[in-house]
């Protein structure tokens, strides 16, 4: 995705959020220069500002997917028993699935995507360059939380990426 179709893609996430209700201050910015997504403030706030509001009609939960998937409650017990620590993600996993996530991600902002959440979709990076756990050993950014909690929760992510991707490789 280029930066300009990353930026059209962003403003209609945007459009969207105000467009159910949501605002996002004019001293925020969701796409910094870098391409790096969140909540960015441009300049001193003030406080007590609402420098952003999602609806939670907008957030894509796992009780919101529990209760719209005919299975959800089903897919919860079971995944509850078998993997604990992973049934929330699967629940959010079988909504994207049934949301056809995938498809709606890759139409042009504002067109196609019969999900609700498509503008979200859309508007997601199509690479994880941006994830401390996807940074190479010599980015500068791991000086920066070297010691730290984060540190801590990124060599652990790293490790279960690994983990997994070992047992789907696995025959």
């Known amino acids: 995705m280029s930066s300009s179709d990353g930026s059209r893609r962003v403003a209609a996430l945007e459009s969207w959020i105000r467009s159910h209700g949501g605002s996002i201050c004019e001293a925020a910015s969701v796409l910094d220069s ?64 049934r949301d056809s996530a995938a498809e709606s991600a890759r139409a042009a902002p504002g067109v196609g995507g019969e999900s ?9 990076p199509t690479e994880v360059r941006q994830m401390p756990s996807c940074w190479p050993a010599d980015h500068w950014l791991h000086a920066a939380i070297r010691g730290s909690h984060l540190e801590r929760l990124v060599k652990a992510k790293r490790h279960s990426l690994g983990l997994e991707f070992s047992l789907l490789q696995s025959p």
């Not at 939960?61 to 529990?66: S, V, W």
């Open 34 to 97: 870098d391409g790096y997504r969140g909540v960015f403030a441009r300049e001193a706030l003030w406080p007590d500002i609402d420098f952003c509001r999602i609806p939670q009609k907008l957030l894509i939960t796992e009780r919101l997917a529990e209760g719209s998937l005919t299975f959800g409650q089903a897919l919860r017990q079971s995944a509850e028993e078998l993997m604990p620590s992973a049934a929330g993600l699967l629940l959010l996993t079988a909504l994207l699935l």
């Open 116 to 124: 609700f959440f498509a503008p979200y979709y859309q508007a997601l």
